[in-house]
């Protein structure tokens, strides 16, 4: 009896004292206030640090302004004999800073961070879920959560999936389970005798039939014993279901949308997860904050929301901020005199000049003409000098009577669109004033008079040109008969020729469908530039696709900018290559260019990268000597930096090179 008391009081002394320790560890936490913090990568930070470390030389020669020569070594300055040493000995410390200076390679940036979560804040039966937050500009984007589950906490999980796939399992879905299937056979054997012997059949009974022959249906037998108390309750269970998953699984396990980056645990023993995200840069995008906030929950129970952490910023370098804005001019030779031309398929009766408006497809041709001579009239750049129309004939019937018949087709054009243009500068004398000022401030109206446009009209002959053109692409003809054709267009005689072709048995095709295609009209418009007076003038204009490659520059779309600047081969167009890595092709540019501030920089980040110190540290500081700005820009561009922190750069005696 004494032993069993002992036991009974230890178990309940084992009960008190894990009752107690739940609520201490979170009364902790909540006193202490105690979150997850953000950091910079230190892994990053390492590799930076041995880049920085890892020179191809001790020192480096490099000119001042004065022409001297100065050696930069990576040194500190020694406590004792206060010069500076050579030093290669890294920092190990941990870094602490909350901002660092990314850059933008094709448009994007890599923001690398790390979520540290203390050892205290770890507990089997917890969940840890934290987000981060970015904050773009005026936008604020939550990233995918790192959630942090305890092993008890997934055990319950788990379990809580095992029980719905229990309950799951214990609903029949199967209505023929609720039938009673003994007492449904003895009724159609005392009842219906006649269907019962089918039983065992697999003979097709058409339940119409049953239905007129026996009275109730099949369905209704079923009906009459079905176990609709049982049948209820398991569709509602089966309705139930959602309601079901949400009492028996408290927290769902997440599988899409949460990030799963590399979990490293650090000296201290707590946990630390890299987080790694890519975004696109925008315009004006010079910084990024990432804060981070979470909860502690237990099951379904909110326990602790950990308070804000604080920002982590990025500051973007983008090569876009070099970008010459700069309006860019071409120069245009203006022609005082052009010209213009298209065709118009006016079909004419064979032999006839007469215009037939409901020919063919004359009125759609004719109204297509008209509007181009319209077009033309309204014009305010061009005023029209004369129109030229030439006819051409298809080849049947004489030489001779062809030209003369294609001269007469295009008179008749001629005087067709010379009434239209008569009527439509009356329309125009009616309908339109002008308003001048005299010398003495006194307006006069009048009405806006049109010059009269000459109509020139000439014969082209017969239309061989267009008929070899017809033949070559006709897809009914064959191989034979077009290389049949070939030899005809031999034949130097145009009335030889067209006998010869007569004679071949494909003549009656291409007379009708090809030859009225011969019966065209070509309109030649010949114009001069209004109120200009010599043949040629020089002038210039703002070169739009120059312009437009500056824009897609300062909106960081470099593959497009490109495309635009690439035949320029200019400052802008070697700062489209250095953003898209295009090292060499942008150094074929830019040795070539005066050595500005702006050059010197670019051309410092660009043998920075192809690791060559000495070129590089003399470039960099040969810009900064000429625009302090680029001392502070330096510390912007990791490439330039590296030198800065290899070398010491920038050391306010180094400044005055």
């Known amino acids: 009896m004494r032993q069993e008391t002992t036991v009974i009081t230890s178990i309940l002394l084992l009960a008190l004292l894990l009752a107690a320790c739940g609520p201490t560890r979170l009364q902790s936490i909540q006193k202490r206030q105690l979150a997850a913090s953000l950091a910079l990568s230190r892994g990053e930070l390492a ?242 904050d990432i804060i981070l906030s979470g909860d502690i929950y237990e099951q379904d129970q909110r326990l602790y929301t950990m308070p804000r952490s604080e920002p982590l910023t990025f500051y973007i370098s983008s090569l876009s901020a070099f970008v010459d804005g700069s309006e860019r001019y071409l120069t245009r030779v203006l022609e005082r005199r052009a010209a213009a031309n298209t065709a118009c398929y006016v079909e004419f009766r064979e032999g006839k000049w007469d215009i037939e408006p409901d020919l063919g497809h004359n009125r759609e041709e004719m109204g297509r003409i008209r509007g181009n001579i319209r077009e033309l009239l309204q014009n305010e750049t061009f005023d029209v000098d004369s129109i030229l129309i030439s006819a051409y004939a298809s080849p049947e019937g004489k030489l001779r009577s062809n030209a003369a018949l294609s001269r007469q087709r295009a008179r008749s054009v001629a005087d067709f669109f010379d009434d239209y243009v008569s009527r439509y500068r009356d329309s125009v004398r009616r309908n339109s004033f002008t308003v001048t000022v005299d010398d003495r401030g006194r307006e006069k109206t009048g009405r806006e008079e049109m010059a009269d446009i000459p109509f020139v009209s000439r014969s082209n002959g017969e239309n061989w040109e267009m008929l070899s053109f017809l033949v070559d692409t006709d897809s009914l003809l064959t191989s034979a008969q077009k290389n049949n054709y070939m030899q005809m267009l031999e034949i130097a005689d145009e009335d030889a020729r067209e006998e010869a072709l007569a004679r071949q048995d494909y003549y009656p095709y291409l007379r009708r469908e090809l030859y009225p295609r011969l019966r065209t009209v070509r309109f030649d418009f010949f114009l001069h530039r209004k109120g200009m007076i010599k043949d040629t003038v020089h002038t210039t204009e703002l070169d739009t696709v120059y312009m437009k490659g500056i824009h897609y520059l300062k909106e960081r779309e470099y593959e497009q900018a490109l495309t635009c600047l690439k035949d320029y081969k200019d400052y802008n167009t070697a700062i489209a290559y250095l953003s898209l890595d295009y090292n060499a092709s942008a150094l074929a540019i830019l040795k070539d260019l005066p050595r500005t501030p702006q050059v010197n920089y670019m051309l410092a980040l660009l043998y920075a990268r192809r690791e060559d110190d000495q070129k590089a540290v003399q470039y960099y500081l040969d810009a900064c000597r000429e625009e302090r700005a680029y001392v502070f820009r330096g510390n912007l561009d990791p490439e330039i930096y590296v030198l800065i922190q290899r070398y010491g750069l920038n050391r306010d005696d180094d400044t005055e090179l």
């Not at 001042?64 to 100065?70: I, N, P, S, T």
């Open 47 to 288: 590799e930076e640090r041995k880049v920085i470390a890892s020179a191809r030389r001790d020192t480096i020669t490099v000119t001042g302004e004065d022409g001297q020569q100065l050696i930069l070594m990576n040194a500190i300055k020694d406590e004792d004999s206060g010069e500076m040493v050579a030093h290669d000995v890294i920092n190990a410390a941990v870094i602490t800073a909350r901002f660092r200076n990314v850059a933008e390679r094709h448009g994007r940036i890599d923001l690398r961070f790390e979520v540290i979560v203390p050892q205290e804040m770890m507990d089997t039966r917890w969940q840890l879920r934290f987000y981060p937050d970015m904050f773009i500009l005026e936008d604020s984007v939550r990233l995918e959560p790192v959630i942090i589950t305890g092993s008890d906490f997934r055990k319950a999980q788990i379990r809580g999936y095992e029980l719905y796939d229990k309950y799951l399992r214990s609903i029949i879905t199967d209505t023929t389970a609720f039938i009673d299937w003994r007492n449904l056979n003895i009724w159609i054997a005392r009842n219906m005798p006649d269907l019962y012997k089918y039983r065992n059949d697999t003979s097709y009974v058409d339940l119409a039939d049953f239905h007129s022959f026996y009275g109730p249906t099949q369905a209704d037998a079923i009906r009459e014993y079905t176990y609709w108390h049982r049948r209820h309750y398991h569709e509602r269970r089966w309705h139930q279901r959602g309601e079901k998953f949400r009492e028996l699984v408290k927290a769902p396990i997440q599988k899409e949308g949460i990030r799963l980056d590399t979990v490293l645990r650090d000296i201290d023993g707590n946990f630390v997860y890299q987080y790694t995200q890519s975004i696109k840069t925008r315009p004006r995008l010079r910084k990024v």
